[in-house]
């Protein structure tokens, strides 16, 4: 089974797929320090067999990547890639990123597919690429899928959450799979069932897991927060803390054993803010929060007892968002923020703290990603039988097709 990856990042897309048994045989990143945690892991450590490409993804000549790989028309599995979602993103206030330049970039991977012709290509994004401000970028995006003969299971895009696939993160994304029109997809079951729920045999992961295990007094005191704050009765509350799991200790020696270094200020805000506590429980008050209240997760701490919040390019630093360690007086470190986004320990990012929390926060979650490819890839891989033509985008009542 063999794949392309796009926009590839530091390669969370690539290392599900490298988990699932397909083989990505170009990685298309312009990042440099994103290409080289790619090249250091997926290429060096585990010795996959792609080719890196750190270049410019609009100046890239398609024809001589297919003629190196020795790719026909028609011959590649899977496409993947997540473009740049900075112009979609909900945070964007107001119409801002609408004419992000940014956005065009989910039309540049059409050239990809229009020529390589793929079986399958898979698109990841956020949420806000749904949105009516970006109805001309994925109304042409639809139109291109129609045109080409590729066809959207369930005929539109899907939300999932990380949290819903045993990542232990609350973390919303759309995802966009299309299948070529002579791929029979009648025991296609997309999106793949949901393996993790609220409650039940098989709850979601919490937060816990990424974090070793605290001290006794620590756990007393989340159990009267847990009272307190989210008015669990007592046995609940014992019950939720009993049955909570927890990580192993990071080694020292671990280069993304790294967090933010805090002025004495910031330090002993951390310090007041309680378990479980906000931004208005630790008593930050800024001057532009008598205007606006603001974002009450930032300067917040992380809740054990249930998936994280989502995992931004801004984890390493707690002014943006619910970043502060559970119990210490501190924001966590990057290997919490990979923890959570499901990446192995041994998985070493390379740059500045800075450009390592940018590429554990763009990246797809290893855990949901091998789920999303073992799923196409067992479609791909079912007994030859005879193709059904599926039916075009075009053919679907047009309020069917409404995002």
Not at 96 to 117: I, M, T
Not at 354 to 383: F, S
């Amino acid at each position: 089974m063999k794949a392309i990856d796009l926009f590839a990042g530091a390669g969370g897309f690539s290392l599900a797929a490298f988990n699932a048994g397909i083989e990505v045989q170009a990685a298309i990143e312009l990042d440099t320090h994103a290409a080289e945690t790619y090249y250091t892991n997926l290429v060096k450590k585990y010795h996959a067999q792609t080719q890196v490409f750190s270049q410019d993804i609009n100046d890239f000549d398609i024809d001589a990547l297919m003629k190196f790989l020795g790719i026909g028309h028609g011959e590649l599995d899977i496409l993947l890639g997540g473009p740049p979602c900075q112009g979609f993103s909900v945070h964007r206030i107001n119409n801002a990123g609408k004419d992000d330049p940014r956005n065009g970039l989910l039309l540049r991977y059409f050239d990809f597919v229009e020529k390589l012709r793929p079986k399958a290509f898979l698109v990841e994004n956020v949420p806000g690429l749904l949105w009516p401000r970006h109805a001309e970028y994925l109304e042409t995006f639809m139109s291109l899928i129609a045109e080409h003969d590729y066809t959207l299971p369930g005929g539109r895009p899907v939300i999932l959450n990380a949290r819903d696939y045993g990542v232990p993160q609350n973390r919303k994304r759309a995802f966009i799979l299309a299948i070529r029109n002579d791929i029979c997809t009648e025991n296609l079951v997309w999106p793949p069932a949901a393996t993790c729920h609220k409650s039940g045999p098989n709850p979601w992961v919490t937060a816990s897991t990424v974090f070793e295990r605290p001290p006794e007094n620590v756990l007393d005191l989340f159990k009267k927060r847990l009272i307190e704050k989210c008015l669990f009765n007592p046995q609940t509350a014992e019950h939720c803390i009993l049955n909570l799991r927890w990580g192993n200790p990071i080694v020292k020696e671990d280069p993304c054993n790294i967090r933010m270094k805090h002025s004495p200020e910031m330090s002993a805000l951390f310090a007041n803010t309680p378990l479980l506590g906000d931004r208005q429980e630790s008593g930050r008050q800024l001057a532009c929060h008598t205007v606006h209240d603001g974002h009450k997760d930032v300067y917040g701490r992380i809740y054990p007892h249930i998936p994280s919040n989502t995992i931004t390019t801004g984890c390493y630093n707690p002014s943006k968002g619910r970043f502060v360690h559970p119990w210490l007086p501190h924001g966590i470190s990057l290997r919490h923020a990979a923890r959570l986004q499901t990446f192995p320990d041994d998985f070493i990012f390379k740059g500045g703290s800075i450009a390592i929390a940018r590429q554990i926060g763009n990246a797809v979650p290893v855990r949901l990603g091998e789920i999303l490819l073992q799923t196409i890839k067992a479609l791909l891989e079912e007994p030859s039988a005879p193709t059904t033509r599926r039916q075009n985008l075009d053919t679907i009542p047009r309020e069917e097709c409404q995002l």
